[in-house]
Every structure is written in structure tokens, then in C-alpha cells.
């Protein structure tokens, strides 16, 4: 049987991919939020439910909107340029 994700699976994984895709440190989101250390990991985890007032402090912290978090098929892309040109 299919595990049908919650919207607080999809939360979590959107906070996930964002931390990622933007190669933060868990320690430092946790640092810069009002979270506990272990308030924090167990919401990532999901150990612990993912408030509307915790959703608010993640999009603060992450410097998304809330609505972002939500999104069922949120795509989160890393986009490195390199450009190599002379100095004239």
C-alpha cells in the first residue's frame, strides 16, 4: 500500500530541498529560527508536526513565502554559471 504524504511530509521535504539546494547548514537555519536544537531536527525529521506558526518561522528563516512550502510539486533548482571572459 502507497504511503499518501501528508501535507506535513510535503512541507518538510520543501524545507529539505531548500536547505539543500542552497548548500546551508542545518546548525546555522536552527541558529538564525527560535527553534530548540532538538525542536528543530525533529521537525525535519518528522518527528514533530509542522505548525502554521513553525511554517511562518521556516519561510522567515529559509526567506521564502509560506505558500512556497506548500506547494505539492515545488521544484527547487541549483543554477551555477561560470563565465569566462578577458579583462578588456
Do not use: P
Not at 9 to 29: E, H, L, S, T
Not at 55 to 77: G, T
Amino acid at each position: 500500500m502507497e504511503h499518501k504524504r501528508t501535507l506535513n511530509d510535503i512541507v518538510r521535504n520543501n524545507i529539505i530541498k531548500i536547505i539543500k539546494a542552497n548548500d546551508y547548514k542545518c546548525i546555522d537555519i536552527q541558529k538564525k529560527s527560535n527553534f530548540k536544537v532538538g525542536s528543530f531536527y525533529r521537525y525535519l525529521d518528522g518527528g514533530r508536526k509542522i505548525s502554521l506558526e513553525v511554517l511562518d518561522e521556516f519561510s522567515k528563516v529559509l526567506n521564502v513565502k509560506s505558500k512556497l512550502l506548500l506547494d505539492e510539486n515545488l521544484i527547487v533548482k541549483k543554477i551555477v554559471k561560470v563565465i569566462i571572459k578577458d579583462n578588456n
